[in-house]
């Protein structure tokens, strides 16, 4: 925090896009409407039929609801920048933005595992899926999610703030980000690198080693099943999981674990716009078209709406 008090820099410009302003405000507001529209109407069909009232889709509401916060953290403000023609930001509204991105998005990549520990519990374990995936015990995997997004938020936004900048205060990006404010500091920023490999090196890793542990079993279980049929149903499932999985980590990869240096900034923005705007707004429609259950839902839900 005694960084905090030798900035000279009170605000910071978010370079963003520079081209095409109006254009991509129309791209970028159309994908914002999609986003919040599919994964809204997701939220809400799962909360409003009870044959959805299981784990699976317990899971699946909030991660609908953490796609809506993530891009809404980052799309807000872009909006009004590209509208305005300049993106201004305050220090400490940078310092938020960042804070409530980073909780989201560690969150996300927490709840993306946990959601994988639910099909290898509900296909390796059935006899016991009831007592081990109760109410109880995915309401604390939730909040445990969410705790641990919140105190690695919470670890980096401290280890920003211990950071001075005495300008430029130029961000090449759409939205406060680490490594595009490293590079803009005028302290020493092993210590935030350090920090961010750590971490990020750590839930990464733990995540992804829960996920591909889970579903190496539910491969065995599934190749024991004898009927093509039978494996197909077993595992039907999963795919569209597996897809938001690939699509998360492949860009939030990219996007976190490559050297810091200025040549990288304008791929760091194309991998953000995956992480940010790809990604939330095309996970429900993954759900909704590879899931069969959320398919017929769907449809009886709309039936009834236009009768």
């Known amino acids: 925090m005694a960084g905090r008090n030798h900035s000279s820099v009170t605000e910071f410009v978010l370079l963003g896009f520079t081209n095409l302003q109006e254009l991509l405000f129309v791209i970028f507001l159309l994908n914002y409407i999609t986003t919040l529209g599919g994964n809204l109407g997701m939220i809400v069909l799962i909360r409003t039929n009870s044959q959805l009232h299981v784990p699976m889709y317990f899971f699946l509401s909030h991660l609908s609801f ?28 940078c310092m938020t933005q960042f804070f409530f991105f980073a909780v989201f998005g560690t969150t996300e990549a927490i709840l993306l595992a946990v959601m994988a520990y639910d099909r290898y519990v509900a296909i390796c374990e059935p006899l016991h899926y009831s007592a081990a995936m109760s109410h109880g015990v995915c309401v604390q995997l939730v909040v445990g999610s969410y705790a641990a997004g919140s105190l690695n938020a919470l670890v980096h936004t401290i280890a920003l703030l211990r950071l001075s900048f005495c300008g430029p205060n130029l961000v090449n990006h759409f939205y406060c980000e680490i490594p595009p404010l ?16 750590v971490c990020v090196g750590f839930i990464t890793t733990t995540s992804v080693l829960a996920i591909i542990v889970s579903y190496t079993c539910i491969l065995l279980t599934t190749w024991s099943i004898g009927s093509a049929e039978g494996r197909h149903k077993a595992f039907s499932t999963c795919t569209s999981h597996l897809m938001a999985v690939a699509l998360f980590y492949g860009s939030a990869a990219f996007l976190y674990l490559h050297p810091f240096s200025r040549h990288t900034e304008d791929q760091g923005k194309i991998a953000s716009i995956f992480y940010t705007m790809v990604t939330p707004m095309l996970n429900p429609f993954i759900y909704t078209l590879r899931n069969k259950e959320v398919r017929s839902t769907l449809r009886r839900a709309m039936n009834k709406l236009l009768s």
């Open 182 to 197: 490293l590079l803009l500091s005028c302290s020493d920023t092993w210590l935030n690198k350090m920090v961010m490999a």
């Open 66 to 93: 953490l796609d809506i916060c993530c891009s809404s953290s980052t799309m807000l403000k872009l909006l009004s920048g590209l509208l305005a023609g300049r993106n201004i930001i305050s220090f400490n509204g």
